[in-house]
Each structure stands twice: as structure tokens, then as C-alpha cells.
């Protein structure tokens, strides 16, 4: 099973950046798009930002212009960097990737553990 590895999420203040990581466990036949979402408490998952395999990217209304996702290929890593938190940023981010592990196999959805992103006011 495709494992994606979270990191960068943390408690931080209003104003204030965070960086966070996600690795693709294992190598891979190839993968499509990588993306983040992000889960409120009480509230449904939403896309936060999302990046092709070109490079072509796509936000959220609400992050436009505070957040940059990028992705370094060669790594199988994909970024999301946080600037101006503001407090309802608050929320679990998850990774996901939709990949094609093996030739032959299907483009499957993956999802990270998720990784907690806290901004106090």
C-alpha cells in the first residue's frame, strides 16, 4: 500500500508561516496530480490547493494569494507553503496523491494521516 508522508503542521500564530511536506513512501510507476485539503472540526473536507504533473495549479478562494503549493518531482514530494495564517486556517491537513503504481494498475486516490495546522489569534 502507497503510504504518504506528512510534516510541517504545528501551532503557530495569527499572521505567521508554515511549510508543510509530503513524501511519497516508495517508488512509483507515476503520479498525476498532488494536492492538500483540510478538515475543520464540524465541517466537511475541502480542497485547499492542488498541482498537476506540468505543474498547472489550482486553489481554494480563501488561499489565494497566501498559499504556494509546489512539487519537486524527482523527490515524489509535494509542498505547501502557509504565509499570513490567519485563525480559521485552523485545521487536520491531508495530502493526497492520485498515482499509478505499478504499469498496468489504475489511477488510485491516496491520503495521508493528515497533519494538524493550529493559528491562534
Known amino acids: 500500500q502507497l503510504q504518504l508522508v506528512e510534516s510541517g503542521g504545528g501551532l503557530v500564530q495569527a499572521g505567521g508561516s508554515l511549510r508543510l511536506s509530503c513524501a511519497v513512501s516508495r517508488s512509483i510507476f507515476s503520479i498525476n496530480a498532488m494536492g492538500w485539503y483540510r478538515q475543520a472540526p464540524g465541517k466537511q473536507r475541502e480542497l485547499v490547493a492542488v498541482?498537476?504533473?506540468?505543474?498547472?495549479?489550482n486553489y481554494a478562494d480563501s488561499v489565494k494569494g497566501r498559499f504556494t503549493i509546489s512539487r519537486d518531482n524527482g523527490k515524489n514530494t509535494v509542498y505547501l507553503q502557509m504565509n499570513s495564517l490567519k485563525p480559521e486556517d485552523t485545521a487536520l491537513y491531508y495530502c493526497n496523491a492520485k498515482a499509478i503504481t505499478k504499469i498496468g494498475f489504475p489511477l488510485q486516490n491516496f491520503w495521508g494521516q493528515g497533519t494538524q495546522v493550529t493559528v491562534s489569534s
Open positions: 498541482i498537476g504533473s506540468s505543474g498547472s495549479t
